[in-house]
């Protein structure tokens, strides 16, 4: 009994050992993001091609309050991503005692994958998709009523699909792990491939700021396409047998 008491204790304290090293790198990069909040915000403009369309060409606020909140929202979500690294390492140290050695060799390689993955994604949905998006937001009603964009509503919704589109584009990394570990086999994919399919254009319609069937298409194909090089991945890669 005190044998398992103290195996807990010591989980509890491993596990505020990798909090406490995270929020500390959050804090840090947090810092850093907000005394940069300006040329984020600008960066984050860019898709909208400087508002050219709308009065005075940039996003307005109507609370005496509002710039600052989305400052500091910006400025944590900047210093959430780039202490990712640092999470995700935490993350593996306090898992990694629960897997065995080849399970933790996956993990340890996968680390610079996933962050590469999630980068891509997010970077298809700043120049690929959210541009046509706010293009056609823009136009649509523009002869009826005069566009005033809260930063607020802009940064909001940019930043919900740059998350969303990094999630996404982690799914051949994800797929190739279960693979690796037994869990999901090439054939077991392919199955569920028209309910991926399905659950592509769900997303494709939850993720888009719009509801142009033509923005929930450039978000749908491309996790079609992962989905389908996902099982590819694990054709050559996974075991097979499925656990």
């Known amino acids: 009994m005190k044998e398992n008491q103290l195996t807990i204790r010591q989980h509890l304290l ?8 995270s929020v500390i790198s959050v804090l840090i990069c947090t810092g ?39 400052a ?3 400025s944590l979500l900047g210093g959430m991503f780039l202490s990712l690294p640092m999470i995700l390492f935490q ?8 897997l065995k050695t080849r399970e933790r060799r996956y993990l340890y390689a996968l680390m610079p994958v996933s962050l590469l993955a999630f980068t891509v994604g997010a970077t298809f949905g700043y120049q690929i ?27 909001g919704l940019m930043l919900r699909l740059l998350f969303w589109m990094g999630i996404v584009f982690e799914t051949p990394v994800v797929l190739f792990f279960l693979s690796k570990i037994g869990i999901v086999n090439s054939k077991f994919l392919a199955k569920q491939r028209r309910y991926a399919v399905l659950i592509a254009f769900v997303l494709g319609a939850i993720i888009t700021p719009t509801f142009d069937p ?9 996790i079609i396409v992962l989905y389908e090089s996902g099982i590819w991945i694990t054709k050559f890669s996974g075991r097979k047998k499925v656990k």
């Open 129 to 155: 998709l959210f541009p046509p998006a706010v293009k056609f937001l823009l136009d649509f009603g523009s002869d009826v009523a005069t566009p005033y964009i809260r930063i607020s509503n802009y940064t």
């Open 72 to 74: 500091m929202k910006v």
């Open 14 to 21: 491993e596990l505020r050992k990798r909090l406490i090293w």
């Open 32 to 70: 850093v993001s907000f005394a940069l909040h300006e040329q984020i915000l600008t960066f984050l403009m860019a898709p909208a091609e400087g508002f050219v369309d709308i009065p005075n060409q940039k996003p307005i606020y109507t609370d005496l309050t509002e710039y600052l909140g989305v």
């Open 91 to 98: 993350t593996v140290l306090f898992i990694s005692p629960g």
């Open 214 to 222: 033509i923005n929930q298409t450039l978000v749908a194909l491309p």
